[in-house]
């Protein structure tokens, strides 16, 4: 059955159902590993990876996979993806991959993942699956730079490493540290409850003096 | 999912079948199993082209800071605690202490380049130094890993004047505020603001060297006499390379 469009399928995860701006889902990483823009991007890049591989193969396989047993498969799947992202990035990256530390290990256990796999991937076809999965990854790493940018402008004066300030920026400290990690993504969040309810405000019928009902936004009256 | 309909949320009181029959144990094992097996053999594959890169770029990180922390050194050799004495022989390594013994370009003996770890502020700081046991100086310091404050702490890592206060000082190191140094040759300026770090690296090095000095010592005298003789034995020609050494 389907209900939703290709184009459906890949934007939810971008914006309407971003897995961590709008689900608040995976937020260890997110505040975590976002010190920095090459941390943020290598991070959601690795997680991109593990997501689109664990949902091709849960969508091709849901047949076969009884359902059980189907979780087990699903952290088999995705621990198997998981390992093989962690050498990769050890043997190519060897430095970023030493200080995302345990963060990539520790993407077995993003529920975002499981989430996808039991959700969508399980009960859908590959290519819906892979559209999902491009969709939802893709809001991820959206989300990563944007926590990554504040965090490393901020509190590093510079952006993926090139100094953006200058020289008499003072670097905000504590947006490289933990506390700074929250008060980036609160103050995110919040822009987005202001826009959503903003935008909510705009289709709420108002009512004019004399009567006159209208829409802000449309055509007046 | 709310696009997904629940199945069979109508079928009550039908005669259709179920449409899922549970499935057997033996299935259930022998699905897992299978997929345990593939699952191996990827990581298995991958293991084998990751490995090689993974250590090239270990040694690269070790040759590099021990090159930083003897400075002069162009090769060195790792030398296993065995007992009390160290030797070159490598029978089984596992679980050994080891330092890094450098030569310069002449074959010379340059210093003992030793990794050491304990607690620094936030997490263990994991560094190496180098040693001179003739003039029993502390020659070069580096840190390999740590996870101090950034901005703060962490400047033991980069601070090139606290790094630089490492090269060429005596044991045991004693670590001074930058107003009271009175110029010693066994005072380490500490960083303003990062105490406890700086506090720390130095306690790390005289920690480690308090532990290892004797059989480095020991071991530093028999290779003197070595390169003695064999510096008579060729008189002025070009100098033997040390046996077995890692190639830098």
Redesign the interface.
Known sequence: ?R??TPQEDFIRGIWKENPVLVQLLGLCPTLAVT?TVDNALTMGIATFFVLLGSSLLVSMFKS??????RI??YI??I??FV??AD??L???V?EIH?SLGPFVPLIVVNCIILGRQE??AS?NTVARATLDAVGTGFGFIIAMMIMGSVREIL?NGSWLGHPLLGAHFQ?W?IM??PPGGFFTLGFVLLGIAWWKGRSAVAVRPRRWPHGVTTEVGGPAS | MSEQKLPMAEDNGSAAPPRQVEASSVRLVSTLTVAGALAGMAIVMVFQWAKPRIDAYKAKVLAEAVTQVLGGATRYQTVYLVGDHFTTERVDTAGLDSVYVGYDANGQPRGVAMEAAEAGFQDVIDLLFGYDPSKDDVIGMTVLTSNETPGLGAKITYDSTFIGEFDGVGTPLKGVKKDRAKGQHDEVVMITGATISSRAVIKIINDRLDAIKKPVDAYWSTLATAATTSNAATSGESVTNPSAGGGL
């Open positions: 059955m209900t939703t010190g076969v996979i009884p359902k059980e047993v087990s498969a088999l799947v621990a198997t390992t093989i050498l990769v050890h043997a190519v060897p030493k959700a969508f009960k509190g670097p400290v490289v540290l």
